[in-house]
């Protein structure tokens, strides 16, 4: 299956997570199922499904966190669950993950700057003195002060907060971030500004984005694809645009339907059109067929 043109940064085929259940005899949950997908350099995949679909193991797979049960990952070629501890450390310095909660995500009794330059004392980059510099800029290019080094995790807002935890995430110049529900945590009136900075950082240093989020505004706006997951496996991938006019699986349309529109005639065409139109032979959990360039929706079973 090919999803895009020049050979993809991150290159995802077959992951699967399996959890043994407790208790002899009791067989395996399967949380990922035979998942795959590619995503290009300067690219946000967005990843979008229920709670509890699997979008947070997927991201946290993709960094070998831990490693997946089945599938390969590739990153600039590389597999990294063929890699052992070393290789693994070495290809950590390309990926880099923000969480939900940028409180719990800072050491409350770190300095902000002892935070951020943790991952380069452990990777062994610059001298102290280059790394307060390196910091000062970082804090810089989040909007932060460089200032803010001195002091402790509680003394900033949530926004604050999280743009810690993202300058922390670039120090090492990583070439994909997982944004794992980055700005749920966060008042509506910063959500924006936190999209906006990881927008900027994206041109600024050439980024890659797994963008896992619930809201679905965000995702249209900020995603180049997105890949809808529904219990484990993906049941619609596509180019953002194509899968918010016409989406074809079922499950899609529902999640999608969820956005309200401004006007409640368009709303209810809307779920007539939908409703109406059949989804011929797709629609199922089968393997995803390519509807149009790009555009991928799962087939019944086979
Ligand atoms: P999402 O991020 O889409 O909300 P998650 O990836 O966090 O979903 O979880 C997917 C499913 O995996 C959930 O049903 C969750 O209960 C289950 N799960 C997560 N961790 C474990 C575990 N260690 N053992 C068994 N099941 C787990
Ligand atoms: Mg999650």
Request: charged share 25%; net charge positive; with cysteine.
């Amino acid at each position: 299956m090919s999803q895009s043109q020049p050979a993809p940064l991150l290159a995802v085929r077959g992951l699967s997570r399996i959890y043994a259940a407790r208790g002899l005899g009791r067989g395996s949950t399967t949380i990922v199922d035979d998942v795959s997908f590619d995503v290009a350099e300067n690219e946000t995949l967005g990843l979008v499904g229920e709670s509890g679909s699997g979008k947070s193991t997927i991201g946290r797979a993709v960094l070998m966190l831990p490693k997946p049960s089945a599938g390969t990952v590739r990153l600039d070629g590389e597999d990294l669950t063929r890699l052992g501890s070393s290789g693994l450390r070495a290809a950590r310095r390309k990926m880099q993950i923000v969480f939900q909660d940028p409180y719990a995500a800072l050491n409350p009794r770190m300095s902000v700057g002892a935070f951020i330059a943790e991952p380069l004392e452990v990777h062994g980059v610059g001298s102290r003195a280059e790394r307060a510099e390196t910091v000062a800029d970082l804090l810089r290019k989040v909007g932060l002060d460089p200032a803010a080094a001195r002091r402790y995790p509680h003394q900033f807002s949530g926004g604050q907060r999280q743009r810690i935890a993202i300058a922390r995430a670039i120090a090492l110049r990583p070439r994909l971030v997982v944004a794992d529900e980055p700005i749920s945590a966060l008042d509506v009136s910063i959500q924006a500004q936190i999209v906006n900075l990881l927008m900027d950082l994206q041109d600024e240093l050439k980024l890659s984005y797994i963008f896992i989020s619930h809201d679905l505004r965000v995702v249209r706006r900020i995603c180049h694809r997105v890949a809808v997951l529904s219990a484990g496996r993906i049941v619609e991938l596509a180019p953002t645009e194509r899968l918010f006019v016409d989406p074809r699986h079922p499950y899609t349309r529902r999640l999608l339907a969820a956005i309200p529109l401004l006007d409640p005639a368009a709303e209810r065409e809307r779920a007539a059109r939908w409703r109406d139109e059949a989804p011929d032979g797709h629609g199922g959990r089968g393997p995803l067929v390519e509807v149009a360039p790009g555009h991928f929706v799962a087939r019944a079973e086979p």
